[in-house]
């Protein structure tokens, strides 16, 4: 049973949002911290597309979600028409706003000092 170690990772940071706080707003919100660390804190570019195949959220339901943390002041969203391959192609590129993660945690989790207390010092760090 040592394999339950691998996913009782993702259920314990699940079961700490808020039960009115949709899931893929949950993985929507994890991913952006994600890929804003992956980036080394600059803006990062992700497709509709992208955001349906790699987090299995829906176009309509992702700019509800997008719409929802740019109002909270978490991100702001640059959309960028490319005419790459032969199509015009749209790219939305993200910016999130460090200060603004502690705030939206405190919307989203339970209990967010943990989180807060575990992010603080990486958002920090340069």
Known sequence: MKD???FSINLL???NYRSDVECDKRVFFEALIIKYLSFNKKSFFLSKQEIRNELGIKRTRAESIIGEF???GLIAVK???SS???R???VNYFTVFPEKI???AQKLLLNSTDFINRIKPILKEE
Do not use: E, R
Request: no cysteine; hydrophobic share 40%; proline share 10%.
């Open 88 to 90: 015009p192609q749209q």
């Open 4 to 6: 339950n170690n691998l």
């Open 70 to 72: 740019t109002q909270m």
């Open 13 to 15: 940071n699940f079961i």
């Open 84 to 86: 790459g391959n032969l």
């Open 79 to 81: 959309n960028v028409k």
């Open 102 to 104: 502690p705030l939206v």
